[in-house]
């Protein structure tokens, strides 16, 4: 199923549309499933039959399609069965990893002392780097102001001070040195634009990551949405949506565009093909991913993390800096995946010209 884009004036149709497609992918995936995933398809084919469009907005996740893991129809699942749905994705997460944790317990007993990480050397300076920037944070006396008498933090500074700052450090010189760059807001969505046929009108997010695969091959592989530190709730939902809303645009570019269909009709290549999402949901990081399996577009979180605005304890700044890792590690491997898939014949590499080492955590 490739889902119709909702136009906003007259998406009742659309979006019905989309849900009938989801239903058959569903039932599909049903008959050719067996034991606990054939029961969550079975279920989630049960709460899709239970669902109006009408009551749920032009906006909501299945209305383009989508199966979210924090909306309907999980909303009113068990979680051994949302669980099911989460299978695929855990291996997007990153172990415990014992020197990170030592080297933030050390930096908050002494933020002067030398951080001494054996190896890898990688891991140890990409560490170091977000601790000293948070230290900038936990020092600044507007976050100061901010946790001790609630005075307000607006977005542009929470993204100047302290989001940009942690992303530039996790997300520059990915393993395997793929061509990939940041875009800060600058610009519209080029899938988006590409879908509205119009950039004046695409959807413009706080912060994407773009990929090129080979000349002229490029596709957005992360996105971000943010608020200021106390966003509301409405905010927040209002990002989650949009998020997903991303997603799935640059899932389908790779099947309109000329270029990027050259290179995932190719099926190891399409089996990887997973956008990821950063929702800042006020002092909270959540990173979530996108895939297109069965043709069911799934969208799931991966990690979350509290973003701790003032000096804190070690376990708290480690959840932090292990969920970037953990989308650093999860975008380089993706990249790589797709750029030396073992069935691209026309690969412009072969996968035994290089060796991308990921920096993965070592069992605590």
Same mark, same amino acid.
């Given at each position: 199923?490739?889902?119709?884009?909702?136009?906003?004036?007259?998406?009742?149709?659309?979006?019905?549309?989309?849900?009938?497609?989801?239903?058959?992918?569903?039932?599909?995936?049903?008959?050719?499933?067996?034991?606990?995933?054939?029961?969550?398809?079975?279920?989630?084919?049960?709460?899709?039959?239970?669902?109006?469009?009408?009551?749920?907005?032009?906006?909501?996740?299945?209305?383009?399609?989508?199966?979210?893991?924090?909306?309907?129809?999980?909303?009113?699942?068990?979680?051994?069965?949302?669980?099911?749905?989460?299978?695929?994705?855990?291996?997007?997460?990153?172990?415990?990893?014992?020197?990170?944790?030592?080297?933030?317990?050390?930096?908050?007993?002494?933020?002067?002392?030398?951080?001494?990480?054996?190896?890898?050397?990688?891991?140890?300076?990409?560490?170091?780097?977000?601790?000293?920037?948070?230290?900038?944070?936990?020092?600044?006396?507007?976050?100061?102001?901010?946790?001790?008498?609630?005075?307000?933090?607006?977005?542009?500074?929470?993204?100047?001070?302290?989001?940009?700052?942690?992303?530039?450090?996790?997300?520059?010189?990915?393993?395997?040195?793929?061509?990939?760059?940041?875009?800060?807001?600058?610009?519209?969505?080029?899938?988006?634009?590409?879908?509205?046929?119009?950039?004046?009108?695409?959807?413009?997010?706080?912060?994407?990551?773009?990929?090129?695969?080979?000349?002229?091959?490029?596709?957005?592989?992360?996105?971000?949405?943010?608020?200021?530190?106390?966003?509301?709730?409405?905010?927040?939902?209002?990002?989650?949506?949009?998020? $997903? @809303?991303? =997603?799935? &645009? #640059?899932? *389908?570019?790779?099947?309109?565009?000329?270029?990027?269909?050259?290179?995932?009709?190719? %099926?190891?290549?399409?089996?990887?093909?997973?956008?990821?999402?950063?929702?800042?949901?006020?002092?909270?990081?959540?990173?979530?991913?996108?895939?297109?399996?069965?043709?069911?577009?799934?969208?799931?979180?991966?990690?979350?993390?509290?973003?701790?605005?003032?000096?804190?304890?070690?376990?708290?700044?480690?959840?932090?800096?292990?969920?970037?890792?953990?989308?650093?590690?999860?975008?380089?491997?993706?990249?790589?995946? $797709? @750029?030396? =898939?073992? &069935? #691209?014949? *026309?690969?412009?590499?072969?996968?035994?010209?290089?060796?991308?080492?990921?920096?993965? %955590?070592?069992?605590?």
């Amino acid at each position: 199923m490739e889902a119709l884009v909702i136009d906003t004036e007259a998406w009742y149709e659309d979006a019905n549309t989309n849900l009938r497609s989801l239903k058959r992918d569903v039932r599909r995936c049903m008959t050719e499933s067996a034991s606990y995933e054939k029961t969550m398809w079975e279920r989630i084919e049960t709460e899709l039959e239970e669902i109006n469009v009408k009551n749920l907005g032009f906006d909501h996740p299945i209305c383009s399609g989508v199966l979210d893991i924090k909306s309907e129809p999980f909303t009113n699942m068990p979680g051994s069965v949302s669980d099911i749905f989460k299978e695929p994705f855990r291996k997007y997460k990153l172990e415990q990893n014992h020197d990170i944790m030592e080297a933030c317990k050390e930096f908050i007993q002494n933020e002067e002392s030398k951080i001494n990480i054996d190896e890898p050397e990688e891991l140890q300076d990409l560490t170091k780097r977000m601790l000293e920037s948070m230290l900038k944070v936990w020092k600044s006396p507007k976050y100061d102001a901010y946790i001790k008498k609630g005075k307000s933090i607006n977005e542009g500074s929470y993204v100047c001070e302290v989001l940009a700052p942690l992303l530039n450090i996790v997300m520059s010189d990915l393993p395997g040195n793929p061509i990939a760059w940041d875009i800060w807001g600058e610009e519209g969505s080029s899938a988006s634009a590409i879908l509205k046929g119009s950039r004046k009108i695409a959807r413009r997010a706080d912060y994407m990551m773009v990929a090129q695969f080979r000349k002229n091959a490029e596709l957005e592989i992360v996105y971000l949405e943010t608020g200021r530190p106390n966003s509301s709730q409405d905010k927040r939902d209002r990002d989650h949506k949009k998020l $997903i @809303l991303f =997603s799935n &645009d #640059s899932i *389908d570019t790779t099947r309109n565009i000329k270029n990027l269909k050259k290179i995932f009709n190719q %099926p190891s290549r399409r089996q990887n093909l997973t956008i990821f999402t950063i929702n800042i949901a006020g002092d909270v990081i959540e990173l979530y991913a996108m895939r297109k399996e069965s043709g069911i577009y799934k969208y799931c979180l991966i990690e979350e993390a509290t973003i701790p605005l003032h000096m804190t304890s070690p376990s708290a700044v480690y959840s932090l800096i292990h969920a970037l890792m953990t989308l650093r590690t999860a975008v380089a491997c993706t990249i790589h995946k $797709i @750029l030396y =898939s073992s &069935d #691209s014949g *026309d690969s412009e590499h072969s996968s035994s010209e290089m060796v991308v080492t990921v920096t993965t %955590p070592k069992n605590s």
